[in-house]
T-cell receptor, first 112, second 113 residues
């Protein structure tokens, strides 16, 4: 079935490194993508989003890249900090009025 | 403070005993949704509501009911809970449809014995 998935279930980095978390989606009709961060014991928290008419969007220390040709989404975190340790989910919206489809998540561990 | 609240945060119950998990948002959002989160399966949508008195099934609606009588509240009802409904539940809301960012509540951890 169609789904949004992540390439790696876990990612370990050193403090100060740049982190890249990847996500592949299967539906070329999807037009909205979101990255969420979920810390232990908390609900998912919005990080950044991107629409299909863009290929890059930057926030504070985060950048989302969208490659529609290969249906690939990535989240880049600059100068990763211990507070960035969490599970990161990508989510996809196929069309307005339908459900967000979430990937299974990548656990980012940052060691100092 | 803009937020989505859920109650209770933790609940242990027995098979067949009806329960309700409440969800409330103070952001005047039209869209609300319930998800369950299970290890290895990620977040899956149970039900959603586009507005008052408008609800629809998500990916895993079996065994659940919802209602949307007021804009701010979206309770999740388990008429006859079963052990396979043991999970972590999240309520979320957004200003319009799912093309807008969804804001999540803190979660309700449910154990059905």
């Amino acid at each position: 079935g169609e789904s949004v998935g992540l390439h790696l279930p876990t990612l370990s980095v050193q403090e100060g490194d740049n982190s890249i978390i990847n996500c592949a989606y299967s539906n070329s009709a999807s037009d909205y993508f979101i990255w969420y961060k979920q810390e232990s014991g908390k609900g998912p928290q919005f990080i950044i989003d991107i629409r299909s008419n863009m290929d890059k969007r930057q926030g504070q220390r985060v950048t989302v890249l969208l490659n529609k040709t290969v249906k690939h989404l990535s989240l880049q975190i600059a100068a990763t900090q211990p507070g960035d340790s969490a599970v990161y989910f990508c989510a996809e919206n196929k069309q307005a009025g339908t459900a967000l489809i979430f990937g299974k998540g990548t656990t980012l561990s940052v060691s100092s | 403070e803009a937020q989505v609240t859920q109650n209770p945060r933790y609940l242990i119950t027995v098979t067949g005993k009806k329960l309700t998990v409440t969800c409330s948002q103070n952001m005047n959002h039209e869209y609300m949704s319930w998800y369950r989160q299970d290890p290895g399966l990620g977040l899956r949508q149970i039900y959603y509501s586009m507005n008052v008195e408008v609800t629809d099934k998500g990916d895993v609606p079996e065994g659940y009911k919802v209602s949307r009588k007021e804009k701010r509240n979206f309770p999740l009802i388990l008429e006859s809970p079963s052990p396979n409904q043991t999970s972590l539940y999240f309520c979320a809301s957004s200003p319009r449809d799912t093309g807008e960012t969804q804001y999540f509540g803190p979660g309700t951890r449910l154990l059905v014995l």
